[in-house]
């Protein structure tokens, strides 16, 4: 059976800060790979997908960047994390066909101060 | 403004009771996905519709995509306190790949 992981569950950063979340999925291969954030009162936005290694595609303009340097492994980078950056991030997996369900990791919260 | 509009924004209700919230879009879904969250945690799958006048159920909870595809409710029979948490729909409204797009959720409470 397929599983998703990311980590760290919980972060607390300085601004000006660099960030690192990483988010492995195993029991699949060629996986969609998402990024998304949830914010209080303004649900789940959808930051990064990925169809395949090394490629990304960015839905809203920001301070993060995301690579997948290995087939079942997303990251979500910055290098210099703002207040507005704080959040609930969730990486997420499905298949690469439309109509197939996302599944969603544990998600870590990240607190900038 | 919102693609997706949940309805209503968060629901109390008595433990025992039937509920049903909303989901519904100005442009036809291709896809359906109701998921549950606790707060803090990820989200739960559970169920998807594709089809106009699905219905799908699972232990006491019941979706439904109207014909139009345009609207979907969530109906729980007999409310636990297991049910409790948050709801989003999450759909396709491109037709053209997996991305989905979230509404704000739904909290609801199950009171003892």
């Known amino acids: 059976s397929q599983t998703i992981h990311q980590w760290p569950a919980t972060l607390v950063q300085p601004v000006g800060s660099p960030l690192s979340l990483e988010c492995t999925v195993e029991?699949?291969?060629?996986?969609?790979l998402y990024w998304y954030r949830q914010a209080a009162g303004r649900g789940l936005q959808l930051l990064f997908y990925s169809v395949g290694i090394g490629q990304i595609s960015s839905e809203v303009p920001q301070n993060l960047s995301a690579s997948r340097p290995q087939d079942r492994q997303f990251i979500l980078s910055s290098k210099k994390l703002l207040l507005s950056d704080s959040g609930f991030y969730l990486c997420?997996?499905?298949?690469?066909?439309?109509?197939?369900?996302?599944?969603f990791g544990e998600g870590s919260w990240l607190t900038v101060v | 403004s919102q693609e997706l509009e949940q309805s209503p924004q968060s629901l109390i209700v008595q433990e025992g009771k039937n509920l049903t919230i909303n989901c519904t879009s100005s442009?036809?879904?291709?896809?359906l996905y109701w998921y549950k969250q606790k707060y803090g945690e990820g989200l739960i799958f559970l169920m998807m519709?594709?089809?106009?006048?699905e219905e799908k159920s699972h232990e006491k909870i019941t979706a439904k995509l109207d014909e139009k595809k345009q609207q979907s409710s969530l109906h729980i029979t007999a409310s636990q306190p297991s049910h409790a948490g948050i709801y989003l729909c999450g759909a396709d409204i491109t037709g053209a790949n997996s991305k989905l797009t979230f509404g704000k959720g739904i909290t609801l409470s199950v009171r003892p």
């Open positions: 997420a997996w499905s298949l690469g066909r439309a109509g197939n369900t996302i599944y």
């Open positions: 442009k036809t879904l291709y896809g």
């Open positions: 519709l594709q089809k106009g006048g």
């Open positions: 029991g699949t291969s060629n996986p969609n």
